[in-house]
T-cell receptor
Framework: AQSVAQPEDQVNVAEGNPLTVKCTYS??????LFWYVQYPNRGLQFLLK??????LVKGSYGFEAEFNKSQTSFHLKKPSALVSDSALYFC?????????????FGAGTRLFVKA | EAGVVQSPRYKIIEKKQPVAFWCNPI?????LYWYLQNLGQGPELLIR????????DSQLPKDRFSAERLKGVDSTLKIQPAELGDSAVYLC??????????????FGPGTRLLVL
């Protein structure tokens, strides 16, 4: 069965510093991996996805993520954090072996960027 | 382009009462999803539609929950009767269909339900 883990409930970083939000996954086939961000009282907003090809994926608002097959990870990164990046971040996975139709979301990581 | 629209945004009801949520997906999106999001957790799929057909409703508690998408566009999710444990955010999402899982889902703002 497919699963996804976000090992940190909260990540704290100072503005201007690089940030990393961790995600690991488990699937039987090839993974389709997604990152979403959620601001208070809002729905999830798509940031980026990995389907195939280049392991480094660039997305919205300067975010990027690196797919690492050997470590089954898809960590979200940004070179320089902004206070406005403070939000709840969700990693999600789909398993190509199941037709890729069921999305499993992680529990979320709250990012707090301090000015 | 308009995003996914949901109404109401907030709903407070007493237990045992019925409640309904409405979703209008992005124009042209054949696939529609209803998710449940409990506080501090990620969304969990309740039901997925391809056009008007419910193709995955395995996680929908069918004793009290029902959904419909009669014309393959907008959709309604109903709970009858509501229980205290149903308090959560109900999210609707939509996507293009047919790329085997690679398609991006776009989410609405959600309906926050409080059952008293």
């Amino acid at each position: 069965a497919q699963s996804v883990a976000q090992p940190e409930d909260q990540v704290n970083v100072a503005e201007g510093n690089p940030l990393t939000v961790k995600c690991t996954y488990s699937v039987s086939g090839n993974p389709y991996l997604f990152w979403y961000v959620q601001y208070p009282n809002r729905g999830l907003q798509f940031l980026l996805k990995y389907i195939t090809g280049d392991n480094l994926v660039k997305g919205s608002y300067g975010f990027e993520a690196e797919f690492n097959k050997s470590q089954t990870s898809f960590h979200l990164k940004k070179p320089s954090a902004l206070v406005s990046d403070s939000a709840l971040y969700f990693c999600a996975v789909r398993d190509s072996n199941t037709g890729g139709f069921k999305t499993i979301f992680g529990a979320g990581t709250r990012l707090f960027v301090k000015a | 382009e308009a995003g996914v629209v949901q109404s109401p945004r907030y709903k407070i009801i007493e237990k045992k009462q019925p409640v309904a949520f409405w979703c209008n997906p992005i124009s042209g999106h054949n696939t529609l999803y209803w998710y449940l999001q409990n506080l501090g957790q990620g969304p969990e799929l309740l039901i997925r539609y391809e056009n008007e057909e419910a193709v995955d409703d395995s996680q929908l508690p069918k004793d009290r929950f029902s959904a419909e998408r009669l014309k393959g566009v907008d959709s309604t999710l109903k709970i009858q009767p509501a229980e205290l444990g149903d308090s959560a955010v109900y999210l609707c999402a939509s996507s293009h269909s047919g790329t085997g899982g690679a398609e991006t889902q776009y989410f609405g703002p959600g309906t926050r339900l409080l059952v008293l």
